[in-house]
């Protein structure tokens, strides 16, 4: 099993739609998660940090099931500005900080 | 307010060059890293620096050197280029404590 696993998509939604993506994780020790956004050939930007507690940021939610090892991101009313792909991150407790990249989900919104 | 660049943009090696990928941030960040990403793969962790002194390899270490003499500066030495280098590379600040990572806006290498 892949460290860190994500459905490649694409997610092909119409604008407004609700749209959420699942990232699993194997390594229970996993102490950090994040959400990060990468448009067509540009670098990856910071969507938002995963809080054990769960967080909203605007459209977006994100939250974090440590007893299933998933993570998930939700993100409302869907704009054609969230087309991009989405990177899952974690990162292990102890030791070196060696962070785990996703594959990365594809979501497309269209009119 | 510059962040993090990256130089060059682009760049064509034959098979068998060598070549330094420039990273520098003016964020003051004591950890940096190299990645590569390559199509249908994550990012891959190449090597890293927790600070002016210190490096440490990441998942993909090989065939790739690095040194960073400054808290600036985080260049990438690919010493014999082959063609499975061929890859989008991205420099990255940030990590411990948050674990947020700023990053560059990435080279693009063709090895031939």
């Known amino acids: 099993r892949k460290e860190v696993e994500q459905d490649p998509g694409p997610f092909n939604v119409p604008e407004g739609a609700t749209v959420a993506f699942n990232c699993t994780y194997s390594n229970s020790a996993s102490q950090s998660f994040f959400w990060y956004r990468q448009d067509c050939r540009k670098e990856p930007k910071l969507l938002m940090s995963?809080?054990?507690s769960g967080n909203e940021d605007g459209r977006f939610t994100a939250q974090l099931n440590r007893a299933s090892q998933y993570i998930s991101l939700l993100i409302r009313d869907s704009k054609l500005s969230d087309s991009a792909t989405y990177l899952c991150?974690?990162?292990?407790?102890?030791?070196?900080?060696?962070?785990?990249f996703g594959r990365g989900t594809s979501l497309i919104v269209h009119p | 307010n510059a962040g993090v660049t990256q130089t060059p943009k682009f760049q064509v090696l034959k098979t068998g060059q060598s070549m330094t990928l420039q990273c520098a941030q003016d964020m003051n960040h004591e950890y940096m890293s190299w990645y590569r990403q390559d199509p249908g793969m994550g990012l891959r962790l190449i090597h890293y620096s927790v600070g002016a002194g210190i490096t440490d390899q990441g998942e993909v270490p090989n065939g790739y050197n690095v040194s960073r003499s400054t808290t600036e500066d985080f260049p990438l030495r690919l010493l014999s280029a082959a063609p499975s280098q061929t890859s989008v590379y991205f420099c990255a600040i940030g990590g411990p404590p948050l674990g947020e990572q700023y990053f560059g806006p990435g080279t693009r290498l063709t090895v031939t």
């Open positions: 995963v809080y054990s």
């Open positions: 991150v974690v990162t292990k407790s102890g030791g070196s900080y060696i962070p785990t």
